[in-house]
């Protein structure tokens, strides 16, 4: 399977812990998104990378929120000190090259902060 | 603010009719639109695009149709088989934006025998 990848499928932890997600992009794709997505809404954008450099950042996307790309090939996304309001469903997308692209998705992270 | 809308939330469709998915804009800069198609505890699926230089795209048993003027587009499945049921959600980008999307809110499809 050469699709994207996202690990893990589902994280539970308590409230002020700390958690980091990873996605494993289609390799030749050298643009990567984070999105988030809550429940009856569609996919909102958190952050974009091309290749190692991460190019933009959502409102959304607080202090607490961290997304790297080492070296442009996979991503890791971290929420520090979690709280109620992260729980959602956290979705990476790749695409490749410039111009009018489709994104493509992984089957995302669920958060469950308790 | 919400600059995609999916008005419907839900649609309800017999097994062999057309079904018929609506989206309206708000950003008149949007020059990109896709259709994506989401299964329970799947990320959503690509199914069609659409730019802004033409009206019409066709992809087998799926249709996108752009109205500029109205800002509005939508989608036609046909015929709709049982495996179309999903959530189908339309988002829209500017091209120089990075293929920064903004997604609506979502249409709960059911296909019925």
């Known amino acids: 399977d050469t699709g994207v990848s996202q690990d893990p499928r589902h994280k539970i932890t308590k409230r002020g812990q700390n958690v980091t997600f990873r996605c494993d992009p289609i390799?030749?794709?050298?643009?990567l998104y984070w999105y988030r997505q809550t429940l009856g809404q569609g996919p909102e954008f958190l952050t974009y990378?091309?290749?190692?450099?991460?190019?933009?950042k959502s409102r959304l996307l607080s202090d607490r929120f961290s997304a790297e790309r080492p070296k442009g090939s996979f991503s890791t996304l971290e929420i520090q000190r979690t709280e109620q309001g992260d729980s959602a469903m956290y979705l990476c997308?790749?695409?490749?090259?410039?111009?009018?692209?489709?994104?493509?998705f992984g089957d995302g992270t669920r958060l469950s902060i308790l | 603010d919400q600059q995609v809308k999916q008005n419907s939330p839900s649609l309800s469709v017999q097994e062999g009719r057309i079904s018929i998915l609506n989206c309206d804009y708000t950003?008149?800069?949007?020059?990109?639109f896709l259709w994506y198609k989401k299964y329970p505890a799947e990320g959503p699926t690509f199914l069609i695009s659409?730019?802004?230089?033409?009206d019409k795209n066709e992809d087998g048993r799926f249709t996108v149709f752009l109205n500029k003027s109205a800002k509005h587009l939508s989608l036609h499945i046909v015929p709709s088989q049982p495996g179309d049921s999903a959530v189908y959600f339309c988002?829209?980008?500017?091209?120089?934006?990075?293929?920064?999307?903004?997604f609506g809110a979502g249409t709960q499809v059911v296909v019925t025998p």
């Open positions: 997308a790749s695409s490749a090259g410039q111009g009018y692209q489709p994104q493509h």
């Open positions: 390799s030749e794709h050298n643009r």
């Open positions: 990378f091309q290749n190692e450099a991460q190019l933009e």
């Open positions: 950003n008149s800069m949007f020059d990109y």
């Open positions: 659409i730019s802004s230089i033409k």
């Open positions: 988002a829209a980008s500017v091209i120089d934006s990075w293929g920064k999307f903004q």
